[in-house]
């Protein structure tokens, strides 16, 4: 039963163009939802949070949105960068139900140049 | 500030044995949490150790273990090691559980099993 997931494996963008990479979870106690970033070799970066409570986060080029009544979430990156190609994993967890973090299996982000 | 440490990075054992690997956390942060990545499975969640006590475990069998010491390093345990345990063991570091603070990474223990 996957929790969290991340339907697309990959996706190509053109850099200086809009990345958009979504995710659904099916647990409506999740109330905290993280997205990471992975290069080869190295383990995941935390990016970007948002809480239950909110519907959009932004820090720099990175904004997350949140619609709990559709049980998803999405990155967008702008503009994408050549280095922003990693695998991205979405992440969600209850903390007023004790859950630990769920992870999604990730998408794979190539921006071309 | 130095980040999550993970040792060894690499590890190579045979089917039957058993392994220990080591992870030290963010100094400040008392949470531990272990996962297994495989490939096209993304992280898969071990357990979580928080003042000594484990406060979750994940669905993987009695074969895996951890605990945590009082300066909050941890240590994760596989015995009779099977083929399939081949996967890099993810290591995360928070303050505390109860906070909405991410969880920080380590590099990973790439663990093979021939």
């Known amino acids: 039963d996957q929790q969290v997931k991340q339907n697309s494996p990959s996706l190509s963008v053109q850099e200086g163009r809009i990345s958009i990479l979504n995710c659904d979870y099916t647990?409506?106690?999740?109330?905290?939802f993280l997205w990471y970033k992975k290069y080869p070799a190295e383990g995941p970066t935390f990016l970007i949070s948002?809480?239950?409570?909110?519907d959009k986060n932004e820090d720099g080029r990175f904004t997350v949105f949140l619609n709990k009544s559709a049980k998803h979430l999405s990155l967008h990156i702008v503009p994408s960068q050549p280095g922003d190609s990693a695998v991205y994993f979405c992440?969600?967890?209850?903390?007023?139900?004790?859950?630990?973090?769920?992870f999604g299996k990730g998408t794979r982000l190539s921006v071309i140049a | 500030k130095a980040g999550v440490t993970q040792t060894p990075r690499y590890l190579i054992k045979t089917r039957g044995q058993q392994v220990t690997l080591s992870c030290s956390p963010i100094?400040?942060?008392?949470?531990v949490s272990w996962y297994q990545q495989t490939p096209g499975q993304g992280l898969q969640f071990l357990f979580e150790?928080?003042?000594?006590?484990?406060?979750n475990k994940g669905n993987f069998p009695g074969r895996f273990s951890g605990r945590q010491f009082s300066n909050s390093r941890s240590e994760m345990n596989v015995s009779t090691l099977e083929l399939g345990d081949s996967a890099l063991y993810l290591c995360?570091?928070?303050?505390?559980?109860?906070?909405?603070?991410?969880?920080?990474f380590g590099d990973g223990t790439r663990l093979s099993i021939l």
């Open positions: 995360a570091s928070s303050r505390d559980p109860g906070s909405n603070q991410p969880q920080h």
């Open positions: 647990n409506s106690m999740f109330d905290y």
């Open positions: 948002i809480s239950s409570i909110k």
């Open positions: 992440a969600a967890r209850s903390y007023s139900g004790n859950t630990p973090l769920v």
């Open positions: 100094s400040g942060h008392r949470s």
């Open positions: 150790y928080f003042s000594e006590t484990q406060r």
